[in-house]
């Protein structure tokens, strides 16, 4: 059975609600073209698209956008020789690029966030799922505990710390992506005693668990990295697809960490 781009959009957005201000979609390609091949990505990098081209797949479904910001900026865009050059070696490739980014966050649960946590083995341990976070009820466990847990199981080799390493955490939040500002989290340190989190302003979140650990509270927080706490879910992406769509290869390719310790 022939398999559409069309189709694969579709079944990503089945269910959802996107307005006209939604980051994703179709960004490069046919959406009545036939299906080869899919990679699924975090990020639409030029070696991962590639790698795309490499495994004869002519769709790309990336969660990040292409151009280096969430929103399309054109000023940015045709200001920047690179930006040109990479957009013409996409059209080389005649390889369709599809964004998904909105709708994968919109579904209930938050597919990112599952992923994370379905990655960890963590589901029975889930007491509340909200649309920017979930909330889970553990076994005794220091950050330190933690912390070598999620390296083992993330296969991440650095991992951000604040807060007290040895305190014994029951109640933890975990928040994927660029949510872990004061906004969402600092609410969430009166009810929990740890959150993880992928990345959030320096001064907000780790300013707070540091001030209260000096009125001696038991608080800490855990930092993985964007990427690093949302590619589970793109990789989860990838499995369902493979699921529903068994006639077409569906590749997952990581997203390896841009920053080295030096």
């Given at each position: 059975?022939?398999?559409?781009?069309?189709?694969?959009?579709?079944?990503?957005?089945?269910?959802?609600?996107?307005?006209?201000?939604?980051?994703?979609?179709?960004?490069?390609?046919?959406?009545?073209?036939?299906?080869?091949?899919?990679?699924?990505?975090?990020?639409?990098?030029?070696?991962?698209?590639?790698?795309a081209v490499d495994?004869?797949?002519?769709?790309?479904?990336?969660?990040?956008?292409?151009?280096?910001?969430?929103?399309?900026?054109?000023?940015?865009?045709?200001?920047?020789?690179?930006?040109?050059?990479?957009?013409?070696?996409?059209?080389?490739?005649?390889?369709?690029?599809?964004?998904?980014?909105?709708?994968?966050?919109?579904?209930?649960?938050?597919?990112?966030?599952?992923?994370?946590?379905?990655?960890?083995?963590?589901?029975?341990?889930?007491?509340?799922?909200?649309?920017?976070?979930?909330?889970?009820?553990?076994?005794?466990?220091?950050?330190?505990?933690?912390?070598?847990?999620?390296?083992?199981?993330?296969?991440?080799?650095?991992?951000?710390?604040?807060?007290?390493?040895?305190?014994?955490?029951?109640?933890?939040?975990?928040?994927?992506?660029?949510?872990?500002?004061?906004?969402?989290?600092?609410?969430?340190?009166?009810?929990?005693?740890?959150?993880?989190?992928?990345?959030?302003?320096?001064?907000?979140?780790?300013?707070?668990?540091?001030?209260?650990?000096?009125?001696?509270?038991?608080?800490?927080?855990?930092?993985?990295?964007?990427?690093?706490?949302?590619?589970?879910?793109?990789?989860?992406?990838?499995?369902?697809?493979?699921?529903?769509?068994?006639?077409?290869?569906?590749?997952?390719?990581?997203?390896a960490s841009r920053f080295y310790i030096?």
């Open positions: 059975m022939m398999v559409t781009i069309q189709d694969v959009m579709e079944q990503i957005e089945k269910g959802i609600s996107l307005d006209s201000s939604t980051v994703d979609g179709l960004k490069y390609g046919n959406k009545e073209d036939q299906v080869t091949g899919i990679v699924v990505s975090f990020m639409a990098s030029l070696d991962v698209i590639r790698k495994l004869n797949a002519n769709l790309l479904i990336t969660h990040e956008g292409l151009f280096y910001q969430h929103h399309s900026n054109h000023l940015l865009e045709k200001n920047m020789s690179l930006i040109e050059q990479k957009k013409t070696i996409i059209e080389e490739t005649n390889l369709a690029i599809y964004r998904n980014h909105d709708a994968i966050h919109r579904s209930d649960p938050d597919g990112i966030t599952q992923g994370l946590i379905e990655s960890l083995d963590w589901q029975q341990y889930v007491y509340e799922n909200a649309p920017s976070h979930s909330i889970l009820h553990i076994p005794n466990k220091t950050p330190v505990q933690i912390a070598s847990y999620l390296k083992e199981k993330l296969g991440i080799e650095n991992i951000r710390f604040v807060g007290n390493p040895y305190i014994k955490c029951e109640k933890i939040a975990v928040l994927v992506g660029y949510r872990g500002n004061g906004v969402n989290t600092i609410p969430l340190l009166d009810k929990v005693d740890l959150v993880i989190y992928g990345e959030g302003p320096e001064w907000e979140t780790p300013e707070f668990v540091w001030d209260a650990i000096q009125q001696g509270a038991s608080k800490g927080l855990i930092q993985l990295g964007h990427a690093e706490s949302e590619d589970p879910g793109m990789k989860r992406l990838a499995n369902q697809l493979q699921h529903t769509f068994p006639d077409v290869p569906v590749t997952f390719i990581p997203t030096i």
